[in-house]
């Protein structure tokens, strides 16, 4: 299986930096990678497709980049709304698999 | 606008079963596989398997396969997952998810609590 490593767990950030999440891939996955959000009590939300295309009404503050094992998740300028935990995962090749994710909290 | 709609909560026996059930609307309902993840306290978010509501495949995750069984009924848009012989580990939130490539829609979730 396809291992999926995100850093940080866990990120202190203000309202209007700039953050940044990593996944790193165990081997080369192309630009299979999706982002998810994810709020207290709510299932995943899909932010990012492809590694770096904007799925449809998500905020352009977000943005992804990366290919092959590497990835990052940036926030340009974090809202209020921003406060949640992400995800990455692959798609190249089943099994599907998840980073453990990264919950941003206010600092 | 698509919408995954999940039954409700169960708690279950060490050693039972347990069936949840995920209606589809918005979009037609036999082009997109349904996949169930699971989010538990110890394991995060996992993959357990898919069916295409089309054929009737059913495709499961190593981990769950000979426990697993996920079926659909195409006259109701309603996908199933069955879950044998639980133990407190499979306590956690159970999701079904619409995937193209990657997982847009998916449903509320349901809480599958295993205890004596």
């Known amino acids: 299986d396809i291992q999926m490593t995100q850093s940080p767990s866990t990120l202190p950030a203000s309202v209007g930096d700039r953050v940044t999440i990593t996944c790193r891939a165990s081997?080369?996955?192309?630009?299979?990678l999706a982002w998810y959000q994810q709020k207290p009590g709510k299932a995943p939300k899909l932010l990012i497709y492809?590694?770096?295309s904007l799925e449809s009404g998500v905020p352009l503050r977000f943005s992804g980049s990366g290919s092959g094992t590497e990835f990052t998740l940036t926030i340009s300028s974090l809202q209020p709304d921003d406060f949640a935990t992400y995800f990455c995962q692959h798609y190249k090749i089943g099994p599907w698999t998840f980073g453990q994710g990264t919950k941003v909290e206010i600092k | 606008q698509a919408q995954l709609v999940q039954s409700g909560a169960e708690v279950k026996k060490p050693g039972a079963s347990v069936k949840v059930s995920c209606q589809a609307s918005g979009y037609p309902f036999t082009t997109y596989d349904i996949n169930w993840v699971r989010q538990t306290p110890g394991q995060g978010l996992e993959w357990m398997g898919y069916?295409?509501?089309?054929?009737?495949?059913?495709g499961y995750a190593p981990k769950f396969q000979g426990r697993v069984t996920m079926t659909r009924d195409t006259s109701t848009s309603t996908a199933y997952m069955e879950l044998t012989s639980l133990t407190s580990e499979d306590t956690g939130i159970y999701y079904c998810?619409?995937?193209?490539?990657?997982?847009?829609?998916w449903g509320q979730g349901t809480l599958v609590t295993v205890s004596s």
């Open positions: 998810a619409r995937r193209q490539y990657n997982f847009d829609y």
């Open positions: 492809k590694a770096s």
């Open positions: 081997q080369d996955i192309n630009s299979w």
């Open positions: 069916v295409h509501p089309g054929s009737g495949n059913a």
